[in-house]
């Protein structure tokens, strides 16, 4: 099992950037699939999550109204589409994946047991 995220980069403030985690090993279609980040200096913090099939989502207090979250099980990826972004999302962006997790442990870092390497997002003033 193995999740690869992808698409981090330097941007301005304001600007976009769409993160992608492609998930491979077996089927995940059923899964609950998230977004965290870790700031500098800082713990690990829920982004965005996708519960198993159903396809709800839901969204951390930073990103709620800006990013996006959404999958396509036919390619086994999630993507966390993030615009207007500011200073204060640069982190470390992580996407995370679960079969069992149950809904109230969503934004939980330690419900998932499978984890990506995370991809850097700069957004400079």
């Known amino acids: 099992v193995q999740l690869q995220a992808s698409g981090g980069g330097l941007v301005q403030a304001g600007g976009l950037l769409r993160l992608r985690c492609l998930l491979s090993?077996?089927?995940?279609?059923?899964?609950?699939v998230a977004w965290f980040r870790q700031p500098p200096g800082k713990e690990r913090e829920f982004v965005a999550g996708i519960f198993r099939s159903y396809g709800r989502t839901y969204y951390g207090d930073s990103a709620k109204g800006r990013f996006t979250i959404s999958r396509d099980n036919a390619k086994n990826t999630v993507s966390l589409q993030m615009n207007n972004l500011k200073p204060e999302d640069t982190a470390a962006y992580y996407c995370?994946?679960?079969?069992?997790?149950?809904?109230?442990?969503?934004?939980?870092?330690?419900?998932?047991?499978?984890w990506g390497q995370g991809t850097q997002v700069t957004v400079s003033s």
């Open positions: 995370a994946a679960d079969k069992s997790l149950i809904l109230s442990s969503i934004r939980n870092a330690n419900a998932y047991n499978y």
């Open positions: 090993g077996r089927p995940f279609s059923g899964d609950t």
